[in-house]
């Protein structure tokens, strides 16, 4: 285990104050950073021990436009066979139809957790394993987002050949990482917990 970087928050205050950055400096993520960050995500439960994850890192811009490029057509035809709210899939459809959009929000780091697809529960594991990574980063004074529109892309062969990525395993999470541009920009908010049933012994 690498020596940890001393953070200021807390858990609890990392789980508040994490949200989906989707704005970049163009200052880039350096490689021991990333790795602290993939050691806070494989200790993440995982089903049955299985640890099934893996790791993709991407630090290559050019590369990242090009893959959101491929990607926009690919989501924007799943959006049409979904039956989706028809406002949210108009809104979606209106901002992946803009040429200039780039899904990664110009990130320079894209980071793919893939799941071994034999494993019970690899998908949970992996989305765990996400997660932990996200407070990680947020902890360290890095912004995140996770990406789901590029899921299809990343699981074509072609582009899982291209990235050194196994028939074995499919991609589950790609999450973008940088330097968040508006360091002001506040979490969303969310809805109070519904509590379905609280049950107690009396
Ligand atoms: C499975 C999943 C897929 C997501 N896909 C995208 C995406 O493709 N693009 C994007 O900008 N945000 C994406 N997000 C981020 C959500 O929009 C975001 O988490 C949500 O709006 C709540 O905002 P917050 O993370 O800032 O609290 C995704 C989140 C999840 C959990």
């Known amino acids: ?40 995500a494989v200790r993440a439960p995982t089903a049955m021990h299985q640890e099934p994850w893996a790791f993709v890192i991407i630090q290559d811009r050019t590369l990242l436009s090009n893959l959101s490029d491929r990607a926009k057509p690919l989501f924007l035809a799943d959006i049409k066979t979904q039956q989706d709210s028809a406002e949210h899939a108009n809104h979606t459809m209106d901002v992946l139809s803009k040429p200039d959009f780039n899904i990664f929000y110009d990130a320079g780091t894209l980071i793919l957790i893939c799941g071994k697809t034999d494993a019970a529960s690899f998908s949970a ?14 902890a360290m004074g890095l912004g995140s987002c996770v990406i789901g529109c590029a899921i299809p892309v990343f699981n074509i062969s072609e582009v899982k050949a291209m990235l050194g990525i196994p028939n074995e395993f499919s991609v589950v999470a790609p999450i973008i990482l940088g330097f968040a541009e ?21």
């Open 182 to 202: 508006d360091e002001t920009v506040m979490p969303n908010p969310r809805k109070p917990p519904v509590i379905l049933t609280s049950l107690a012994a009396t």
């Open 1 to 40: 285990m690498r020596p940890l970087q001393k953070v200021e928050m807390d858990v609890f205050e990392t789980m508040l104050a994490r949200r989906s950055v989707r704005g970049y400096k163009a200052q880039d993520v350096d490689q021991v950073t990333t790795h602290i960050l993939l050691e806070a």
């Open 125 to 138: 594991d992996c989305w765990l394993a996400a997660e932990n990574l996200m407070l990680a980063a947020c």
